[in-house]
């Protein structure tokens, strides 16, 4: 037997509204969600629509909540034991209560994702809740073949009102990092936290364990 969480996903935010977590045996589960290869792998994550919740169900015999939410399933991470709330996943809903005043999201600017993100938060942007501002970064990177490629990131950003001078501080990191390519510090751990308004006793917390999670790895 493993534990297992289910997380039903806001359509509004895209983020867990509510969570419920079981015991069960993986390989029921995988034949119920009739996965390929009839494994749960133990870092993924698998989004389940209302058929999907409804054979999980039936196999494993508990009821599930009045929603048509999708919802997500996977096992417990580490960080699910950070003794305080972890913004990652939760980035809409906390900015909307005021709860977290920056948030960034950055990919390839041909990734589907990543305007699946900005079509979330493009209401709240356009009522003046949040404001947002983009930027973009490439430069050439040579290849093992011995030619060079193109490497481009899209970047959105999002603050409260009274917040935005979060913005240009993030884009000088990030054209720092980008373009004069150095190895990640604990400065910059430190820093990106503030950043993103974790409590300074929060990122002494994060840093504390953060080399014992990696070794742990």
Known sequence: MAVFVLSFLSPETATPSHELRFDGDPGDIARALDLDGGAIADHACYLLDRKDLTALASALGFALPDTGE???????????????????????????????????????????????????????????????????????????TGGDKEERVRYFLYALPGETWRFERFRKRCDQLFYNWRPWTDEDEREEGRLLGYSEEQCNWWMANRARRATSA
Request: net charge negative; aromatic share 10%; glycine share 6%.
């Open 70 to 144: 999708e919802a997500l399933l996977r096992r417990p991470q580490r960080i699910d034991a950070t003794p305080y709330l972890v913004h990652t996943g939760y980035e809409l809903p906390l900015m909307l209560e005021g709860r977290k005043p920056f948030a960034y999201f950055g990919d390839d600017p041909a990734s589907p994702w990543l305007e699946e993100t900005k079509a979330l938060f493009a209401p709240h942007v356009a009522a003046g809740v949040l404001v947002l501002d983009t930027f973009e970064l490439a430069k050439m990177c040579p290849t093992t």
